[in-house]
């Protein structure tokens, strides 16, 4: 059982276009990560996201957090070849910093 | 600074046999994880030390998964022996236990070795 539900799971689209990607979760976080992962690489942390409602942006990168500190969202304004990858959401849960991950969303961005 | 060093990047092996994983985290990283993503599937934590000691090793497999991190710098994961089901990639993560907690929080990836289980 995933503990954190990512959807779409891919996602192909257009140069131009807009997205969002969702990363659901019946459990509570204190914290919750997004990272990208390129083929052949390990992930890169993008955000770190840790008041319920909280909203974060990384250029045409936006990223929110629930009230309730159990989903999360992130969407691309005019999706670029460049953010083609595999985008992973991670929960912290307790002390010791520990991160459940979710299945995440594979992203093909076309020209 | 100098990231996550892993190595082999790439690994074939045949059921049944034996494979060691190297890693050697960021200069003064007190905690070292390792984990396991399937394709197609998120990152699987394995077993996470700080220093040299294990924090948690709950979802290691122990009849045949082993690692240590004898002097809390580098580590080694190995797999004896080998199933089918191992066929992942083998990730290895550091983060820090010094500066803000939104820092200690921050896991830096190597960029892991694809192991393949004939």
């Known amino acids: 059982t995933q503990l954190l539900e990512q959807s779409p799971q891919f996602l192909s689209i257009q140069e131009g276009e807009n997205l969002t990607v969702y990363c659901n979760s019946s459990?509570?976080?204190?914290?919750l990560q997004w990272y990208r992962q390129e083929p052949g690489e390990g992930p890169v942390l993008l955000v770190t996201v840790v008041t319920g409602g909280e909203v974060k942006k990384l250029k045409r990168l936006t990223f929110q957090f629930g009230d309730a500190r159990k989903d999360s969202s992130l969407h691309i304004t005019a999706a670029q070849p460049g953010d083609t990858g595999l985008y992973l959401c991670?929960?912290?849960?307790?002390?010791?910093?520990?991160?459940?991950f979710g299945a995440g969303t594979i992203l093909r961005v076309k020209s | 600074e100098a990231g996550v060093a892993q190595s082999p990047r790439y690994k074939i092996i045949e059921k049944r046999q034996s494979v060691a994983f190297w890693c050697n985290p960021i200069s003064g990283h007190a905690t070292l994880y390792w984990y396991q993503q399937i394709l197609g599937q998120g990152p699987k934590l394995l077993i996470q030390?700080?220093?040299?000691?294990?924090?948690?090793d709950s979802q290691l497999p122990k009849d045949r998964f082993s690692a240590e991190r004898l002097k809390g710098v580098d580590s080694t994961l190995k797999i004896q022996p080998a199933k089918l089901e191992d066929s992942a990639v083998y990730l290895c993560a550091s983060s820090s236990t010094s500066g803000r907690w939104l820092a200690k929080n921050i896991q830096y990836f190597g960029a892991g070795t694809r192991l393949s289980v004939l």
């Open positions: 459990s509570v976080f204190s914290s």
């Open positions: 991670a929960g912290a849960r307790g002390y010791g910093n520990k991160l459940v």
């Open positions: 030390f700080q220093n040299n000691g294990v924090v948690d």
